[in-house]
């Protein structure tokens, strides 16, 4: 049995939260075990309860879309959520729900250990980005560890809002010119410093 396996039994085993009675299934996230590309959404919903899987109802079909962009599928990424189970009637997930469920995405970083690790939303975004704002800071990115921390709209704000679809596709345009860079920048001096084509804010 594979680490990430394990952990998706420990994961399965988690009633920390009241959500936990109501799920259909756990969604602990999929991909490769080894993704350069960690995505991380906000919450199961409904079809991804009932899967799951994440990511396999409308907004997962335009994540897709947006994979196929710069040329990747899901199974070269791995997809994974703030939180793991769907909270009742798709609600925003509250802080216990994402505290209680942190240390499940800690350890799936730790396991995967991701170049890059993209923000789809407020709630992801937050947890990497404190107190920052999504429309200021989507399409840009932060150096820390070897890691790069990358922020975009959800897939779903774009399905409901059009003028947001042209933001969030130019956005996952910039990843794999940042997935260069680092991997350059690493090779000659791995210390962490910030890189000039990113933006400071
Ligand atoms: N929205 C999310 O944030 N995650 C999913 O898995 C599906 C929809």
């Given amino acids: 049995m594979s680490a990430l396996s394990e952990l998706y ?13 109501y799920r ?7 991909g490769r075990d080894d993704a350069d590309i960690l995505f991380i959404g906000e919450a199961p919903g409904w079809n991804e309860d009932q899967q799951g899987r994440p990511f396999v109802g409308p907004a997962g079909q335009y994540l897709d879309e947006l994979l196929a962009l710069i040329s990747l599928k899901r199974e070269q990424v791995y997809i994974a959520n ?21 240390q499940w995405l800690d350890r799936q970083i730790e396991l995967i250990k991701p170049k890059m690790i993209v923000t789809l939303g407020r709630y992801s975004m937050a947890m990497f980005f404190p107190n920052k704002s999504i429309s200021k800071i989507h399409g840009t ?35 794999p010119v940042l997935l260069v860079e680092v991997e350059k920048v690493a090779e000659v001096k791995p210390e ?10």
Avoid: W
């Fill in 192 to 201: 962490p410093r910030q890189l000039n084509m990113f933006e400071v804010f």
């Fill in 141 to 175: 990115a932060q150096r820390r560890d070897n890691v790069i921390y990358y922020a975009m709209y959800h897939p779903a704000a774009a399905l409901h809002q059009q003028s947001l679809r042209q933001v969030i596709e130019e956005d996952m345009l910039k990843i």
């Fill in 82 to 102: 703030v939180i793991k189970c769907r909270p009742s009637g798709n609600r925003d997930p509250l802080p216990t729900e994402i505290g209680n469920c942190r």
């Fill in 24 to 30: 259909t299934n756990v969604v602990p996230g999929e």
């Fill in 9 to 21: 039994a420990e994961i399965a085993r988690c009633r920390k939260c009241e959500i936990a009675k």
